[in-house]
């Protein structure tokens, strides 16, 4: 009964009991996963990152919220897979602080394609990237188009700014500014989600912080080190489990109507269907 229930892709209710849709990717048996709808279904991949978030946060914040964000939303939305986390991305800025882990730019998109070629063979063809990390936006954006001069057949959607859609809440909750790396809000969001792992303690003032930029209007290597010189930006002191709830559940709901737009997508299909016929590919 309860395998059933799951299997559906809605939430249920059993004698009294909330039954929660079963998304996680690696958490099925193969049967499950031959079950599912594969015209209907999304396959999302979180990405994130290992570096520093400050004195006070852990290395793979990004990772940890973008992975709770999309469980809960694709729980929300079904059908939807979410697979393991990718904490492993690109983070070359934050090399100089202990604990960072970063790829090199082909290392990651040749794994973003491994991965996303290995979805397609499993019969799933809408791939969702749920990006949690500011320093992936730009081999993420390249990723795309790299996909597409291959000739990929799978329907790749990109989410690259973490929280694009949701400047206004942000502003609604927000009480400091700069907002950033492990700020007030994300520290917020990391109180909610994990506050066991959070040790504000350690911070004892705002962010000191360089400029901006080497030369401004032109972007250099050295942008992000001379700016984030603490590996923070703006007051966390500021945070609240509260406010991290809030902006959660927003976060949430944005993925949740995405997953929701990209299953009701049919234009993209039919668009590079007659670009690949007229490319060549």
């Given at each position: 009964?309860?395998?059933?229930?799951?299997?559906?892709?809605k939430?249920?209710?059993?004698?009294g009991?909330v039954?929660?849709?079963?998304v996680n990717w690696?958490e099925?048996?193969?049967?499950?996963?031959?079950?599912?709808?594969?015209?209907?279904?999304?396959?999302?991949?979180?990405?994130?990152?290992?570096?520093?978030?400050?004195?006070h946060?852990?290395?793979?914040?990004?990772?940890?919220?973008?992975?709770?964000?999309?469980?809960?939303a694709?729980?929300?939305?079904?059908?939807?897979?979410v697979?393991?986390p990718?904490?492993y991305?690109?983070?070359?800025?934050n090399?100089?602080?202990p604990g960072?882990?970063?790829?090199?730019?082909?290392?990651?998109l040749?794994?973003?394609?491994e991965?996303?070629d290995?979805?397609?063979?499993?019969?799933?063809?809408?791939?969702?990237?749920?990006n949690g990390?500011?320093?992936?936006?730009?081999?993420?954006?390249?990723?795309?188009?790299?996909?597409?001069?291959?000739?990929?057949?799978?329907?790749?959607?990109?989410?690259?700014?973490?929280?694009e859609?949701?400047?206004?809440?942000?502003n609604?909750?927000?009480?400091?500014?700069?907002?950033?790396h492990?700020?007030?809000?994300?520290t917020?969001?990391?109180?909610?989600?994990?506050?066991h792992?959070?040790k504000?303690?350690?911070?004892?003032?705002?962010?000191?912080?360089?400029p901006?930029?080497?030369?401004?209007?032109?972007?250099?290597?050295?942008?992000?080190?001379?700016?984030?010189?603490?590996?923070?930006?703006?007051d966390?002191?500021?945070?609240?489990?509260?406010k991290?709830r809030?902006?959660?559940?927003?976060?949430?709901s944005?993925?949740?109507?995405i997953?929701?737009?990209?299953?009701r997508?049919?234009?993209?299909?039919?668009?590079m269907?007659?670009?690949?016929?007229?490319?060549?590919?």
């Open positions: 009964m309860i395998h059933l229930l799951l299997r559906l892709g939430r249920y209710t059993l004698y009991v039954l929660h849709l079963a690696v099925l048996a193969y049967p499950d996963i031959a079950s599912m709808d594969r015209e209907k279904t999304v396959v999302v991949l979180p990405v994130g990152s290992i570096e520093v978030h400050g004195p946060l852990p290395l793979g914040l990004d990772t940890l919220m973008i992975y709770n964000v999309a469980l809960e694709s729980r929300r939305s079904p059908p939807a897979l697979l393991p990718l904490y991305a690109y983070v070359p800025e090399r100089h602080f960072a882990i970063s790829l090199s730019g082909s290392t990651f040749k794994l973003l394609e991965i996303c290995e979805v397609y063979r499993n019969g799933f063809k809408r791939i969702l990237i749920l990390h500011g320093g992936n936006r730009r081999p993420l954006s390249l990723f795309v188009r790299e996909m597409q001069e291959k000739g990929k057949r799978y329907l790749l959607y990109a989410w690259v700014e973490p929280i859609g949701l400047e206004e809440l942000l609604e909750i927000r009480e400091t500014e700069p907002v950033g492990a700020c007030e809000i994300e917020s969001i990391a109180l909610h989600l994990f506050p792992l959070c504000l303690e350690r911070v004892k003032g705002p962010a000191k912080l360089g901006a930029s080497v030369v401004e209007g032109v972007r250099t290597m050295a942008d992000w080190v001379c700016y984030a010189v603490e590996g923070y930006v703006g966390p002191r500021a945070a609240t489990a509260e991290g809030r902006f959660f559940e927003g976060w949430v944005r993925v949740a109507k997953l929701e737009e990209i299953r997508d049919r234009l993209y299909e039919q668009v269907s007659d670009y690949y016929a007229r490319a060549g590919k």
